[in-house]
């Protein structure tokens, strides 16, 4: 306790030096080099662990997130600025809406558009915004390990992409590796990106070996290499490690002969215990509330409570297919799983270890199909766990949305908030486990047929093109969405859906236009009118109001 509580100190300290100079009080050269001392000696290192299209009813599955959950802080009202993988990241990344980050779709169709993808990211200022930027500024070693952006991309006969600021060890894994096997990765040398490809073993070769040149593998053993140069040297270090699972395959078919959608590692394919820590034959249908349920009743309403035009309108993922597919991504997560478990046992007692997902996913849950994008818990519900020091082990009432790392890294790191974030820190949940300032989370959605080619277009089919733009509030036992109905960009219709997780864990009625419910819908159709008068973008500070929507 005695080694926490001197780390904590060195953090309060550090926060008022920074904060005085960020108040434009001259810290002077001695208190440079004061902040310098104590920032080598105290602040804390952190690693994020980054999951690719994670969904919560994997959370069982996984025996690191059981050791998380009674070690450290978990966030059960945890959620995403949208259910879509760049978008989601680049709220991750700078603290900010999809509106302040200009990133609205994952892709900007081959540069026709600049709504989404690496291209949107880039062209919006968002690298230089990003909370990595000001922790190496200030001092901290920082990695970043795997799936960066979509269309941040490199294949043979492309020039490399640009370096990315704020990182002093880059190892970005390029999309290839969404199949597993043969993809290429980037370091830094001299400040600029080097190239090594990562051949798949062939065919006949054994099962260990392909395990080793494995994408999960890859970045496991990057991540372990950056902790090993970094967990004794005198500077912090900031690490994410992001991993593509459980994230389906692209191509139509898999490297190996037999691979399913969902490619595990070839040893977590076979047995009852291939799926973690629940036998594989406990996981059914039973474990996706939701899945057979019609689409007719979730159909949208208009303002005034008639009928609206319905979007959900696809051929349903049957029980039989949802079921397989749980399973597979179960076993592909366990490599996570393990590398998890790994870098708990690695970092010492000034580290934070945090675990999320960039979203969640649906399998069949709602009348859909398979894939993202919608509103509903299956797609917007995120694990969020923390352990630390100081960390109060328990679950939080806390709703918390991914624009609250950024800001919560850098008091972590001692640095003074920054007037363009949209989060709110968590670190004094840490410690105080009943604090709640935070209750809503927004939502802001483009419609995917906006840009196009998106990489799970392949096994997703139209289902992503016809979720509607949407904008939505969550609280923790409610959701209401407000859709544009019309899918032309310069046409609006708007539909309403209302749902209360009272009594039911998933969206089994739209309730808009529910005599018994208006109180509720009313409250938070004022949040969302709220919310869209805050428009500010880029850098652009947030207003108070604003700050205090989620309240």
Request: with cysteine; glycine share 8%; net charge positive.
């Amino acid at each position: 306790m005695q080694h926490v509580r001197r780390a904590w100190a060195a953090v309060c300290l550090f926060t008022t030096i920074a904060t005085a100079g960020a108040f434009g009080t001259s810290v002077g050269t001695a208190g440079a080099e004061a902040a310098a001392t104590v920032a080598a000696d105290g602040r804390p290192n952190v690693v994020v662990v980054m999951l690719d299209d994670f969904s919560m009813d994997l959370v069982q599955t996984m025996r690191s997130v059981q050791k998380m959950r009674k070690a450290g802080a978990s966030y059960p009202h945890s959620f995403v600025t949208d259910t879509l993988c760049c978008v989601s990241r680049s709220s991750f990344f700078t603290g900010q809406y999809p509106h302040q980050t200009g990133v609205l779709t994952n892709t900007s169709n081959q540069g026709r558009s600049m709504l989404g993808g690496w291209a949107a990211y880039a062209a919006n200022g968002n690298p230089e915004r990003a909370f990595n930027v000001r922790l190496q500024e200030s001092g901290y070693t920082t990695g970043f390990v795997g799936k960066f952006l979509n269309e941040y991309e490199w294949s043979p006969g492309r020039a490399l992409p640009p370096v990315v600021p704020g990182w002093s060890t880059f190892n970005t894994v390029f999309g290839s590796a969404y199949d597993g096997w043969d993809f290429a990765s980037t370091s830094l040398d001299g400040g600029r990106l080097r190239l090594t490809q990562h051949d798949a073993p062939p065919a006949s070769a054994s099962n260990a070996a392909k395990d080793k040149a494995y994408a999960g593998t890859v970045a496991g053993d990057l991540a372990m290499d950056f902790l090993a140069a970094n967990e004794a040297a005198d500077a912090p270090y900031f690490l994410e490690v992001a991993l593509y699972a459980p994230h389906n395959r692209t191509q139509p078919e898999g490297h190996y002969p037999g691979d399913p959608l969902f490619p595990p590692m070839f040893r977590d394919r076979e047995g009852e215990r291939s799926c973690g820590r629940v036998a594989c034959s406990k996981l059914t249908s039973a474990d996706l509330p939701g899945l057979g349920d019609s689409a007719k009743d979730n159909r949208p309403r208009t303002a005034s409570g008639k009928r609206a035009r319905a979007w959900n309108t696809g051929s349903p993922l049957s029980k039989a297919v949802a079921v397989r597919d749980l399973r597979n991504r179960a076993r592909m997560s366990q490599s996570a799983d393990r590398l998890i478990t790994k870098i708990l046992r690695t970092v010492g007692p000034d580290t934070y270890v945090v675990l999320t997902s960039d979203n969640g996913f649906h399998l069949g849950q709602n009348g859909l199909g398979r894939g993202k994008g919608t509103a509903y818990d299956t797609d917007v519900r995120v694990p969020l766990l923390v352990t630390g020091p100081g960390v109060v082990p328990g679950q939080r009432k806390e709703v918390t949305s991914n624009i609250d790392l950024a800001p919560t890294f850098e008091e972590l790191a001692g640095l003074a908030p920054v007037p363009y974030r949209s989060g709110l820190s968590l670190v004094p949940t840490f410690t105080q486990p009943a604090l709640v300032r935070q209750s809503y989370a927004f939502l802001e959605h483009t419609q995917q047929t906006l840009t196009g080619g998106d990489p799970d277009a392949a096994f997703s089919g139209p289902e992503l093109d016809r979720i509607p733009s949407y904008t939505a509030v969550r609280s923790r036992l409610a959701l209401l969405v407000r859709l544009d109905l019309d899918p032309r960009s310069k046409r609006t219709s708007w539909g309403y859906e209302y749902y209360s997780y009272r009594q039911d864990r998933w969206e089994r009625r739209n309730a808009f236009a529910s005599p018994r419910r208006k109180p509720e819908v009313d409250l938070l159709m004022a949040k969302l009118a709220a919310f869209d008068q805050c428009r500010e973008v880029r850098a652009q500070p947030v207003s108070e109001a604003c700050r205090r929507l989620r309240s």
